[in-house]
Nanobody, 121 residues
Framework: QVQLVESGGGLVQAGGSLRLSCAAS????????MGWFRQAPGKGREFVAS????????YYKDSLKGRVSISRDNANHTVYLQMNSLKPEDTAVYFC??????????????WGQGTQVTVSS
């Protein structure tokens, strides 16, 4: 059974940083590209970043380039999302997902339960 468990969310002031983690189990982790998405209240799920299985290639939502960084530790079956210079509009539930590197949520096979990120002004 595949499980993706996010952690690291919380309340942070604008301009601050957070690092989200997603621990995976039940799959051959290094074989799976991984992605991060977010969903703000009343909005659809939005692509944030993705990374290939080896970690060699990363992809980002254009508007977030320079503020977020995705990485992975295949030995520990974990993918990370480092977020800097956070803004109130970054407030959302952040999800990790496995199975693709595209920006389309429907292409991903497995999803975590999400972790809340709230950025105060």
């Amino acid at each position: 059974q595949v499980q993706l468990v996010e952690s690291g969310g919380g309340l942070v002031q604008a301009g601050g940083s957070l690092r989200l983690s997603c621990a995976a189990s039940g799959l051959t982790f290094s074989a799976y590209p991984m992605g991060w998405f977010r969903q703000a209240p009343g909005k659809g799920r939005e692509f944030v970043a993705s990374i290939t299985g080896s970690g060699a290639r990363t992809y980002y939502k254009d508007s977030l380039k320079g503020r977020v960084s995705i990485s992975r530790d295949n030995a520990n079956h974990t993918v990370y999302l480092q977020m800097n210079s956070l803004k109130p509009e970054d407030t959302a539930v952040y999800f990790c997902a496995a199975g693709a590197v595209t920006d389309k949520a429907s292409n991903y096979h497995y999803w975590g339960q999400g972790t809340q990120v709230t950025v105060s002004s």
